[in-house]
């Protein structure tokens, strides 16, 4: 008797991906985006089901790299991402790879023709983690958030099939620096706690503010005028970002849109919760996050029917 196909096996025959061990890839790409990007793989889920693989696969790419930098044995998680950079790049330029995650990417990148150099500065980005703990400037800040976060955003954009990919370029850099920066401002105690710093030194100079007063359980008065400050710069970032999801195929705009409103209403649970983010993580409940991808969810099924 037949194997059932799962919903998501359904995905990889939309997507045209048969052979088994590529099968096999993407799946495990798609259940490290399930378990470590529960926002954006909600917002996966309003892409027609052909693209969907392709958005696990850049995303369980990065995650694995973000694992080794975050979570891996600091006595050698230099020589292990350095050993793995390069075995990453290795098999790009040779077009294969034995590992999984790394040949699912290959393959998203041929099928999408993404250029590899986004692959190589998000590398770049991932290793800076290793040696660079804060940046004095907001300039400083963005080199790195370029190599970890826009590029990834300019990977998505031939994915999102827009009629204009050089107009819809910077726009989506904008969103991947967004999301960024809106984790940095969920994530201060976290990435304390590894050393780093990612606010510019510059605005922490501005407010009067030092590493002391980000290592307290309470925000500072300081603090929070430093928070509310970094909060307007996302938002700029965001409002610039929205502009160009009208530029993206119909069937690539749910996706987009719920994302930027999901990871928006992180900075509302920031100031709703008095910038107290120094004690624990803020969070978009389910129940929240449910509320505004639902109603997503059906007007993508609707539109793609119609279509």
């Known amino acids: 008797m037949a194997t059932p196909k799962t919903r998501h096996s359904r995905w990889l025959d939309e997507a045209g991906i048969t052979e088994p061990g590529l099968r096999a890839a993407y799946e495990q790409c798609r259940r490290l985006h399930a378990a470590h990007g529960r926002t954006y793989y909600l917002a996966t889920l309003l892409l027609p089901p052909a693209k969907r693989p392709y958005v696990n696969s850049l995303y369980g790419f990065a995650r694995y790299a973000d694992e080794i930098v975050d979570n891996g044995d600091p006595a050698t ?3 292990t991402l350095t050993t793995w950079s390069a075995s990453a790049l290795a098999d790009l330029r040779r077009g294969d790879s034995a ?15 993404i250029p590899c150099a986004h692959i190589e500065a998000f590398l770049e980005s991932m290793a800076m983690d290793l040696t660079v703990t804060e940046y004095p400037t907001y300039a400083d800040l963005r080199h790195y958030m370029y190599g970890s976060a826009a590029v990834i955003g300019l990977q ?9 990919p050089a107009a819809a370029g910077p726009h989506a850099a904008a969103l991947g620096e967004a999301f960024q920066l809106t984790n940095f401002l969920r994530d201060v105690a976290e990435d304390l706690r590894r050393g780093r710093v990612y ?49 993206l195929a119909p069937d690539s705009r749910d996706c987009i849109r719920t994302a930027t409103v999901l990871y928006g209403r992180i900075l509302d649970r920031i100031e709703q919760r ?18 505004v991808a639902l109603p997503a969810y059906v007007r993508a099924v609707r539109s793609r029917a119609a279509a």
């Open 156 to 164: 998505m954009v031939p994915i999102l099939q827009p009629a204009d």
């Open 199 to 247: 606010l510019p030194q510059a605005d922490l100079a501005a407010f009067g503010v030092d590493r002391d007063d980000l290592d307290q359980r309470h925000v500072l008065p300081r603090v929070r005028e430093l928070l509310r400050f970094e909060i307007h710069r996302a938002r700029r970032l965001y409002a610039f970002a929205k502009q160009g999801i009208d530029l």
């Open 99 to 113: 590992d999984p995650i790394r040949r699912a990417l290959i393959h998203t990148l041929r099928v999408w023709d």
């Open 77 to 79: 998680v230099t020589e």
């Open 274 to 291: 008095h910038y107290e983010v120094l004690d624990r993580r803020v969070r978009v409940g389910v129940a929240g996050r449910l509320s």
